[in-house]
C-alpha cells in the first residue's frame, strides 16, 4: 500500500536557522505530494504542493522538490522564524484516490 | 467566506456511549471527508462523502459511520465508544471536480476524549 514516511522530530531550531525535514513516500500509482502545516488548535494547511517528477512546489519561503528517483519529497526553508513553529505534514494522493495518507508529523520549535 | 466549521470543539464521553460530530464545509463545496488523528497512529482517513453519497472509505470499524445532507453538512457517528476512540477528529472539504489536496480545507477538528 501507499505511505509516507518523515523524519522524526521534535525538531529545535534558533530562529534564522536553515531548516530540512526528510520525506520519502511508497505508492502503489504516480503520486501527488504535499506539505501540510499545522498551527496549534488549528486543522491543517496546505503549504505547498507537487503532482510530477522534479516539480518544485514553494510557499512563504518553504520549498520541496519532487525527485521521483529517490522517492522523496523533503522539505527546505533556508531562514526560520518564530512563526514558523508547528507540525509538519508530508503527504500523497494517487489517482482518483480522494484520500490523502499521511506521514507521523514533525514537531518544530523555533526558539528566538 | 467562512471557513470549515466544526462542532462541538471538545466532547466526553465514556466508554460503550455513541456519539455524533458534526461538519459544515465552506459554501459550494460538496465534498467532506473525515480523518482521525492520534499521537500514536497518525492521521488516518475515515470516509468521504459527496452529494450524500460515501464514495470512499479508509480501514475502520463499521463502528464508524457518517452522513452527508443535501446542503453538503455532513455527521460522523461513532458507536459503541471505545477508549482508543479518543482522538482529534478532523473534518475537510472541497469543491466537486477538483484535484485533492491543493483544494482541501481543513476545519479546526472536535477533540473526542473517552473515559
Known amino acids: 500500500g501507499d505511505s509516507v514516511t518523515q523524519m522524526e522530530g521534535p525538531v529545535t531550531l534558533s530562529e534564522e536557522a536553515f531548516l530540512t525535514i526528510n520525506c520519502t513516500y511508497t505508492?502503489?500509482?504516480?503520486?501527488?505530494l504535499f506539505w501540510y502545516v499545522q498551527y496549534p488548535g488549528e486543522g491543517l494547511q496546505l503549504l505547498l504542493k507537487?503532482?510530477?517528477?522534479?516539480d518544485k512546489g514553494s510557499n512563504k519561503g518553504f520549498e520541496a522538490t519532487y525527485r521521483k528517483e529517490t522517492t522523496s519529497f523533503h522539505l527546505e526553508k533556508g531562514s526560520v522564524q518564530v512563526s514558523d513553529s508547528a507540525v509538519y505534514f508530508c503527504?500523497?494522493?494517487?489517482?482518483?484516490?480522494?484520500?490523502?495518507?499521511f506521514g507521523s508529523g514533525t514537531q518544530l520549535t523555533v526558539l528566538p | 467566506k467562512a471557513g470549515v466549521t466544526q462542532t462541538p470543539r471538545y466532547l466526553i464521553k465514556t466508554r460503550g456511549q455513541q456519539v455524533t460530530l458534526s461538519c459544515s464545509p465552506i459554501s459550494g463545496h460538496r465534498s467532506v471527508s473525515w480523518y482521525q488523528q492520534t499521537p500514536g497512529q497518525g492521521l488516518q482517513f475515515l470516509f468521504e462523502y459527496f452529494s450524500e453519497t460515501q464514495r470512499n472509505k479508509g480501514n475502520f470499524p463499521g463502528r464508524f459511520s457518517g452522513r452527508q445532507f443535501s446542503n453538503s453538512r455532513s455527521e460522523m457517528n461513532v458507536s459503541t465508544l471505545e477508549l482508543g476512540d479518543s482522538a482529534l477528529y478532523l473534518c475537510?472539504?472541497?469543491?466537486?471536480?477538483?484535484?485533492?489536496?491543493?483544494?482541501?480545507?481543513f476545519g479546526s477538528g472536535t477533540q473526542l476524549s473517552v473515559l
Open positions: 475537510a472539504s472541497s469543491p466537486a471536480g477538483q484535484g485533492l489536496g491543493e483544494k482541501l480545507f
Open positions: 503527504a500523497l494522493s494517487v489517482g482518483s484516490a480522494r484520500q490523502l495518507t
Open positions: 505508492a502503489t500509482g504516480y503520486p501527488s
Open positions: 507537487a503532482t510530477k517528477a522534479d
